[in-house]
Structures are given as structure tokens and as C-alpha cells.
């Protein structure tokens, strides 16, 4: 086992680094031709998903183990959280020393009557009660409010606009107030985060569940916030993308773009093509079985992210990375045969004929279907790498096939190689190069579009962390987490001025992941970074700061069983044994909204 994956342990806890790592040789990155299939070429690494299965099942084993030593020892205090220790980074911190607040057994949560607030209080409830063991119910806010308690409240504001909200603890109650239940809802993620990382348990632990005194003022710098899952090279099912939700939404990502089809595997039911899945869904790379969602799969997905305030993005990939649609229906293919299945990792080689008409009803009856499953207002068309469709011939029908987006209502996303063709309204394109220019890209901006940030060298979670990662590309050069962090989507494309960009997204693309573990140890502890750009404002950018606050979620991620590489640029705390299991039961519900949360099974 390499040092990568070592299950997570006092006994592993790497030396702390004493000045940042070497800075990757720039021309490893700079020099990649992103257009090159070569990049696409790499081994899978199957005994590593059990490797890292393990691991992440024996740091969740690790918190039913007895615990000695420090834990028990008064003269060993738990590590403290302070008030700023919150990733992403808030907008204003303002501590108040003297003033934490203790939740204790008989608290309350109190909560503006309106529905979907409850919804969020609900959620808190169901976040804290499994490693406090309290029953926290949750009621209406009566006024004067008691001590003690936790409220959240809806309330006017002028500045902290739709996902904004303002936190403050006192020794007597922590409040939460915005103006829209999505910032209820980030306020709430950040009160976890303010709780010790035992909080994660999923099981009753013996804490003193003190939160750091002061104030939080917060709201996001973009609002597009996203990750992307790849669940055509390899398929993940709805479990996996729930739990993967999960981690959007504890660093307060509002998007999940899912790439639902490429030459390996086609993974939405689509009614009026049907083989589309049962032909075009029955593989994965490296032959495996792979799979697909039903309508019913996708739609379940769909409503557990808007819960977390999380809008699904779906992507068709078209015209090219299309061989499992081919595979399906020949008569899509130039010369009208159907391919045989792609078990491989190749790209660029597969297109759908944009000179015949069939191929149109094919994208409006697929675009129109996923569209009227989706209440998001994004529709991704893909459009990237079709290496061996003409540039006029591609551009056409790109431009044909945005037309029939607004058709649907949605609104065209795009990998950046639709930047040439005509602009439709509101489009927009995602980045994913290596370069910081591309007067295509900002030609593009120039006529209306604007981009979402995912540049391979900085944001793609595929590529490895280091020479020796067991999983991963290397072709946009190795991201450790410092490459994920130290970029400012604000000026990062030349030409692209910050009021043009969106937001970020961070890409998984899964041709080497193929478990569960696989997709935590790629997204963890990079996809924190990638979330602070998103949110935090610029004046905040602070790589050391970031370094501290990151390591201090090494233990929540073992407290929750998350898999996560242990980079070594991070000064991750030496793990504090684990805290006695109280073998208490959690206490039963009090009513349905209270319920927790449809925690995704394994
Ligand atoms: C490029 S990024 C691709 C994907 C691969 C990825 C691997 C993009 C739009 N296309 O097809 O999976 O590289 O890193």
C-alpha cells in the first residue's frame, strides 16, 4: 500500500511540511495539447478501489473502537474550533471571545413558520443528532426566543442576497437569519463546521458540543458553484450520487453536473429511444456491467439535491463521444452501422452524422425528454473533442442543436469548443483548457457568452496529485492541492472579465475511478479548494490560511467514513483517538419533517 492511500490513523499521520512543496514544473502543464486522444491512454488500477474501500470503511470502524489515551486525559483538551475555521472562507469574521455556546441535551431548534425553512431545520436537526444523541426538536419560533437554543429565521436583508446569511453565536442561542432558505441552509453548514469534527459521527459520542463565540456575515462570490461526476466511463449508482451531493452541499457547491453519456456507456432512460440504455448502457471501461438510471432513479437525484439546494445539470455529450448511442442505433452512425461497444479509453473517434435529419429528431427527442425531467435551467450539450466532424459541419450543428435547447426552455451549456459558433441567449461555456488565453473563448464572451471556470490544470479532479497517485490522469499536468487552490477565476482566461464568469466547476471524470472511495479520495481534499473560489470573496485568498482550515476537516472526514488522500502540503492534526461511543440509541423522531435525512446506503 502506498502512502497515497494508508488507511487513516495516529500512527500515520505524516510529518508536517515545513515550507510549501516544490511549484510543479510549469511545462508540464502548459505544453499538454488538450485536443491530443493520446491523454486518454492510461491503466486501471482495479485492486485500488478495494485498497481505498478499506480504508475509508476502516476509518469509519475506527469511531465504534474504544478510546484510550487523550481523549480521556483533561490535560489533553480537544482541538478548538475558531470562528473563522470555516471552508469556504466566509465573507466577515467577527470573533467574540467569552461568548461560545454549549448545545446541550434539552435544546431546540426554532424556526420561521415558512415551509421551507422548516425543511432546512429539519435538516440541522437530522445533521446533529446522530453524534450528540439529542432529540433537538424542531418548533415554530416563539418570541421572546429562550436560551439555549438554535433558530433560524427568514428575514429581509438588502445585502445577502439569494444564498447569503449571517450567523451569530452567543452564550445564550445561535441564530441564523437570510433572506431564502438556501442561506439558511449554507448557515447551517457552517454551524456544523463550527461544532467539533465529532459531529460527523454517525453514532452518539460523549462531546462538549461548543461553538466559538461571534458573528458570520456571508454570501457567495459567484453563483454558479459545481463539481462534475463522470458516470458514463465508469456508472455509479443513485446511492453514490447522493452521497456525493452530500459533499456539494457541506462546502456550499450549488451544482452538480452529471455527464450522463459518452462512447462507453449511454445512462438516462430516454422513453422514445429505449435502447439508447438497454444496448448503450450495458457496459463500462474495462467491460464491467455498467448501468443506467430509470426515469424514476433520475428524478429521485434531481429532488435530493434541490433539498440541499443543489441544481443537476445534465449533459448529452454530442456530436461526438457518442459510440454508446451508436452501438443502439446504427442508423445515427456516417455509414449507418452500428459500432461495437467502447471498453477502452479513447476519445475523439465517434460521432453522430449531423447531415442527417434522423440525428435532429434523435437530439430533440433526447434533449426535449431530459429537459422535462429536469427543473434546473441548464441543459449541457457537451460538443467537445468531435475530432472528426468538419469545422462547418460541427458548427452547424451545434448551432442547430442550441436552437432546439430553447425549444426545450433550458438554457445551452457548453464545453468551450462551441465557443465559434453563432451565440444564443444566455449560453454558456465551460473552460476546461490549460492555458489562461484563448481569443476564441473571449471572442465568445465579447458576443454574450458567459463561462464557467474548469481549467484542466487547476480544476480537473481526475488528473493525479503526484507522480505516485494510484488513480488519475497526468496529461493537464499533477494538481495537489495547492494547483487546485492558488487561481483566481476572476482573471484567470485573458479578455474574460470577471463579471463574465459564472463560476467554477470541478470535473471528475472517471475512466481510472470506479468505486465509491475511489471518487472521495479524488475529490477530497481538492474539491474544498475548488469550493472557496467559488464562494469566497478574493480578499480572503490565502494559501496558508487555507492549509490550516483545510486540515482541520481531515478528522470530520474520518469521523464520517469519507476516503481522502492525505496530502502531505496539508498539516493534517494529529488524529485524536476516537471519542467513546455513548451506546445510547438516537432518540425516536418527533414528526416527519424532523426526519433525517434518507442517509444513501453502501
Ligand atoms: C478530456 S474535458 C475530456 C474527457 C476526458 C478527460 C480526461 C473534456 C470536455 N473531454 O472526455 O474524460 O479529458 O481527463
Known sequence: MTAANTPLGADAVPAVP???????????????????????????????????????????????????????????????????????????????PGADFVLTADAVIRVSPDEAARAVAGQLAALLRPATGYPLPVTHGARPEPAGDITLALAASDDLGPEGYRLDVTSDGVRIEATAPAGLF?????????????????????????????????????PYRGAMLDVARHFFGVPDVLRVIDHLARYKLNHLHLHLTDDQGWRIAVDSWPRLTEVGGASEVGGGPGGHYSRDDYRRIVAYAAERHVTVVPEIDLPGHTNAALTAYGELAPDGVAPPPHTGTDVGFSYVDPTNERTYEFVADVLGEIAALTPGPWLHIGGDEAFKVRPDAYAAFVERTQRIVAGTGKTVVGWHQIAPVAHAEGRVLQWWGTKGEDPVTADAVQRGARLVLSPGNHAYLDMKYAPDTPIGHDWAGLIDVRRAYDWDPGTHLAGVPADAVLGVEAPLWTESVTSRAEVEFMLFPRLPAIAELGWSPRATHDWAGFRDRLAGHGPRWTAAGTAFHRSPEIPWPAERPAPTARHTAVPAQTGPEEAPAPAPSA
Open 18 to 96: 515545513t515550507a510549501a512543496p516544490e511549484p510543479l514544473d510549469p511545462s508540464r502543464a502548459a505544453g499538454v495539447d488538450e485536443r491530443a486522444p493520446a491523454h486518454h491512454d492510461l491503466p486501471i488500477h482495479e485492486p485500488t478501489a478495494a485498497e481505498l474501500a478499506q480504508a475509508a470503511a476502516r476509518a469509519a470502524d475506527d469511531l465504534l473502537a474504544p478510546a484510550t489515551g487523550a481523549a480521556d486525559d483533561p490535560a489533553a483538551p480537544p482541538a478548538r474550533v475558531r470562528l473563522g475555521d470555516v471552508v469556504p472562507a466566509p465573507e466577515r469574521v467577527a470573533p467574540v
Open 186 to 222: 449554507h448557515g447551517a453548514q457552517t454551524l456544523r463546521q463550527l461544532l467539533p469534527a465529532a459531529i460527523e459521527s454517525p453514532v452518539p459520542v460523549a462531546e462538549r458540543w461548543a461553538l466559538p463565540g461571534g458573528s458570520i456575515t456571508d454570501r457567495p462570490r459567484f
